[in-house]
């Protein structure tokens, strides 16, 4: 029997895209943990002095700062990549924003939208009377690409990645498929919380440390990533009635832009944000379900609030 | 004040499509109850005695049986017909089937497939170690469209009716855009349980007994239909860990598609279930969520399956 090591990468060191030609920071043994530190997805450009002037000039997103890549010993393509999610510590703020032409809405809005978060506080008070439990996870977990190159950052894809899948908190085990040898893991976009769908395109960014322990499985293929939650579902907002809206027809992300546009039309009625509120809330704290696919030709997309959110 | 009131309806009487021609069976105040019979949706065919044999003659589906209509007095197209969801009664035996050519998989199996439920034990035993917890609700609760002639049940539309939405059980209250003068309320196809998704096409189908109460809300305008839950979410089955699979790529129904297939090799591999065993348990108590719709060019949908159906 080997003992397990702990070990530990700074975020001094960050890339912006999937390589595998990237040379790895670390070389690790089953069952070893990595404490990471992350970046949050602006890599350091927004801090509690930001305003929405200095978010003004377009910037180009170069790629998630991502830390790592972490070699794993004898991980070869057709192997499953354990990661067991020991600890998530968010930095002391975070920020949401949303720009015209992106997100999932991205004609609905005439001008840019930023918002700061104190992360000191939990619930962390978003405007008089809404507060949003912090249920932190990491936006990015991915191995790399067998294909050569680099790749954007982006989009989700096999190798997990950007996948902003909120469920995935303390106590989680994700399973990605290796596609390269070592599996070369990285990560970073830590979200404080999030909604199904991060409808805005972003959640509650900001930096993460996160302890990580890795479990090779030899020979054991798995299609797409796939997870085990800690225990139940929404331990930190179920505990009382929600809200849905919802959209129907043939087109679901159509009908998932109408649930969203119901819902922020509701919070703006019932509970008096601003529309740019509303879409900022959607993003860290509503979920979209996928309530009907199998009656053609109309689909049901719904969006589902929770009214522990609000103080009574 | 007047004072409210109580109907029945029994499900002696059925109607099989939207049909604004149709005269109502009832018509009530706002404030009154009406507790309906409905039948469940293969229209009193299938019975406890009923074998896969009985079900390989192809039967045309005439549509939905649906109980109603109800006139509610006053109600005219831009008013809000809210549905209160006083009590649920399903009857003792249920069923769900799957056909080739039909559901989310259509082309995934070669055989029809069937499985009778024993509602009188909650929760419903499934096979040996595996239960189902009853969360009842009604699959098409809906108002009559504004377009005349008579319009197939099978499509959710903007007057609600197919919506198989899982949370409307009891004590969830529905909203509803009226789109006619009267409303005309009309349900049916009771479910004892489902997945959001209902990815087999058919849910734990039944007879139900549904106590309504109808308010009506003058000159409040809603786009699609909305609802509020009783309480929180998955209260049956959120007691423990849930396991999700996920499938990426442009288009949201084959990531749906693909998360499903691997939810059923899950089941297969690690909880012995036969594939149609397990398509079945992903229709009735598997949910689907939209985890990433913002990251072009892929979406990621993640299927979550309760682990507290297990026993352990």
Redesign the interface.
Known sequence: MTATRTHTLTRERVHHAWDNSLPPLLTIDSGDTVVFETRDASDGFITPQTTIEDLLPPRPFRGHPLTGPVCVRDAAPGDTLEIEILELQPGSYGWTRFSPG???LPDDFDRPFFHLWDLTRDPAPFRRGVRVPLEPFLGVMGVTLAQPGAHST?????NGG??????LTTGARLYLPVLVEGALFSCGDGHAAQG??????TAIECDMTATLRFTLHKGREL????????????SRT???????????GPD??EA?R??VR?MI??LVREHGLTREEAYILCSVAV????????????????A?LPLSLFER
Chains 1, 2 share one sequence.
């Open positions: 992106r997100g999932l982006m989009p989700p894809r096999r950007n996948i902003d899948t909120k469920q199904d769908g991060e409808v805005c395109i299609p797409e990533f796939q997870f085990r939650t800690a225990g139940p579902l929404l179920n505990s009382r009635e929600w809200y849905a809206t919802t959209g129907h679901l992300i998932a109408n649930a119901h039309g509701y979920d979209l379900k996928l309530s009907e696919v199998v009656d053609a030709p109309n689909w049901v997309v719904s589902f």
